[in-house]
Each structure stands twice: as structure tokens, then as C-alpha cells.
T-cell receptor
């Protein structure tokens, strides 16, 4: 079946603008995760959804970052007043069960490369 | 601290050589899960293996093998008879049971296999 998809694949924006990044998980997966990967680094956790609710948003760096998953499927990561330091690849992953303490294997999408000029 | 360390930043080998990628982890939890992912130049993270802390059996899958040793908190990955297509960045990652949902990644090891 189809894997995790993310749109757009690339996004270039200017400092101070608002951006939305979209993630479409594997069909039937109840858990969804967002990570951020800076150049030469491993991915860093941002937020984890179980169904429609955020089970853990401890990785969001500040209140400019927000994510939603209103129907328990597609998720949108929203970044307000973008800064040059937000430039990174934003990765989305999904996993099948999404229990509160999910340790399931996470399957990743191709990522969205965000560049803030 | 909950942490994964991949001390080798870059490794370069010639095709058909064997290569081992090191991974050392730290966690307070007695139950945890370890993973390896491959990130080819295309950028997508590809899942390779998942291992729980109660299963110390080594695993072999084709040319890939994994050596899990709780005594040294290591989960090393060996590629036998490497091929050019193995060139990628490889990440080791940890989920402590009490932080379910949050993969903790190492810095990654960039493997270059030359023909």
C-alpha cells in the first residue's frame, strides 16, 4: 500500500511568513509523529498524535509551532513568523497502534525541506 | 539521560568489504526498544530493524546483522560484503518504554561504499 506522503516536498519562504506542512499517514495508522532534521543531524522529535489529540508535544520548540490532526488522519504542522533557524527537513512518520506509550515501529515519509530566507 | 551515541561520523569502504556501524545507548528504563534506519541520498528514512530490551538474540537478515549487548549498552550493525547501494546515512534510535512515541536518534553514520 501507499506509504507516508508529505507535501510540499520543498518550501521556500521569507522570514516572518507563515507556512503549513502537510502529512498523510499510512492508511489505518492511528499514531502520527513529526520530527525535524537539521543538516548533518539525526531527526529530533516535535510532536506525537494518538488519533486526533496530541499525546506528547514536548518537542515543539516554541509557541510559533503548532500541529493539528482534526480527523485523526492527515496532519498539518503550522509555523508562524518563520525564522532562518527554522530551516530544516520536517519529517512525518506514522505507526499502526498508537497506544499511550507507543513503541511501535514508525514509518517515515520523504520529508518537506523548508528554507527560510 | 536518554541518549544514543554513534561515534563514527563517516566511514568509507571499498565494495565487498565488511563494515560495522557502532551504536551505544543510555536509558534509565529497563524496557526499551532499539531501531536502525537507513537514509539514502533521496532522504527518506527506511526502517531496518526493531529490537526490544528483553531479546538479546543477534539477528541476521541477508547481508545485514545486528549485535545487541545489554552489558555494554550497544546495538551494533554489520554489513557483510558491502555494495555501492549500501551508501547512505544510518541512524540508530531508541524508544524508552516510558517515553513511548518519542524516537531518540543518534547523530548518524555516513557510509560510503566505493566500487
Amino acid at each position: 500500500g501507499a506509504g507516508v506522503s508529505q507535501t510540499p516536498s520543498n518550501k521556500v519562504t521569507e522570514k516572518g511568513k507563515y507556512v503549513e506542512l502537510r502529512c498523510d499517514p499510512i492508511s489505518g495508522h492511528t499514531a502520527l509523529y513529526w520530527y525535524r532534521q537539521s543538516l548533518g543531524q539525526g531527526p529530533e522529535f516535535l510532536i506525537y498524535f494518538q488519533g486526533t489529540g496530541a499525546a506528547d508535544d514536548s518537542g515543539l520548540p516554541n509557541d510559533r509551532f503548532f500541529a493539528v490532526r482534526p480527523e485523526g488522519s492527515v496532519s498539518t504542522l503550522k509555523i508562524q513568523r518563520t525564522e532562518r533557524g527554522d530551516s530544516a527537513v520536517y519529517l512525518c512518520a506514522s505507526s499502526p497502534r498508537g497506544r499511550r506509550t507507543s513503541t511501535d515501529t514508525q514509518y517515515f515519509g520523504p520529508g518537506t525541506r523548508l528554507t527560510v530566507l | 539521560a536518554q541518549k544514543v551515541t554513534q561515534a563514527q561520523t563517516e566511514i568509507s569502504v571499498v565494495e565487498k568489504e565488511d563494515v560495522t556501524l557502532d551504536c551505544v545507548y543510555e536509558t534509565r528504563d529497563t524496557t526499551y526498544y532499539l531501531f536502525w534506519y537507513k537514509q539514502p541520498p533521496s532522504g527518506e528514512l527506511v526502517f531496518l530493524i526493531r529490537r526490544n530490551s528483553f531479546d538479546e538474540q543477534n539477528e541476521i537478515s541477508g547481508r545485514y546483522s545486528w549485535n545487541f549487548q545489554k552489558s555494554t549498552s550497544s546495538f551494533n550493525f554489520t554489513i557483510t560484503a558491502s555494495q555501492v547501494v549500501d551508501s547512505a546515512v544510518y541512524f540508530c534510535a531508541l524508544i524508552p518504554y516510558n517515553q513511548g512515541g518519542k524516537l531518540i536518534f543518534g547523530q548518524g553514520t555516513e557510509l560510503s561504499v566505493k566500487p
